[in-house]
């Protein structure tokens, strides 16, 4: 009788050649490699926030609105990369994703248009209420929204236009095509 090792118990086997099996092929349980870290589970649960395939449009909206609310939590300007994350443009192309043409590829061109004097009303904004929204078709629909903003007297009227990908990677998914003022709100320029 030859012994086999099959997960953690021993097997007996009748022998059918003069040379022992053990000789010629061996496997335990512990001989095979994991290739999933010990804390897989818990990193998955841990993803970076951004676009599900669960969110209807408006909700995407609500959850951008969110972060942008609590921008600066849990780190400085978390809230500009979730808005980055949900963003719909091509980053290796110009995108009128804030109204004018811009090279929005870096993250920190666009963070830096949030902080521009007409979508810092986003940034830790105190009150908002939906004015209108409106589904243009069944893969395009849009909400305008009105800001208070943290500093006196800042009100701002926002249009967020989500896009739902049809095919490709993010099939399915919500993504922002582009938050535009309801004002000139580039009229005195931006340095990105």
């Not at 009748?14 to 589970?41: Q, V």
């Not at 994350?85 to 192309?93: K, V």
């Amino acid at each position: 009788m030859e012994t086999l090792c099959l997960g953690s118990s021993l097997v007996y086997a009748p022998s059918h050649s003069s040379k022992p099996l053990s000789h010629r092929f061996r496997a335990c349980a512990a001989d095979i490699p994991d290739f999933l870290s010990a804390d897989w589970l818990e990193s998955r649960r841990k993803r970076p926030f951004g676009p599900r395939l669960s969110f209807s449009a408006e909700e995407a909206v609500t959850y951008q609105l969110d972060a942008l609310m609590f921008n600066d939590q849990p780190r400085p300007d978390y809230g500009i990369e979730v808005m980055y994350r949900f963003a719909g443009f091509d980053p290796f192309e110009r995108s009128t994703y804030f109204g004018p043409f811009f090279d929005l590829g870096q993250f920190e061109r666009f963070r830096r248009i949030f902080h521009h004097s007409s979508y810092r009303v986003l940034l830790g904004h105190r009150e908002r209420k939906i004015l209108s929204s409106l589904n243009v078709n069944e893969n395009c629909y849009k909400q305008r929204v009105w800001i208070r903003g943290a500093r006196p007297d800042e009100e701002e009227v926002f249009q967020f236009t989500m896009v739902q990908r049809v095919g490709g990677s993010w099939d399915g998914y919500w993504l922002t095509e582009s938050v535009l003022h309801d004002g000139d709100s580039f009229s005195g320029g931006v340095a990105y």
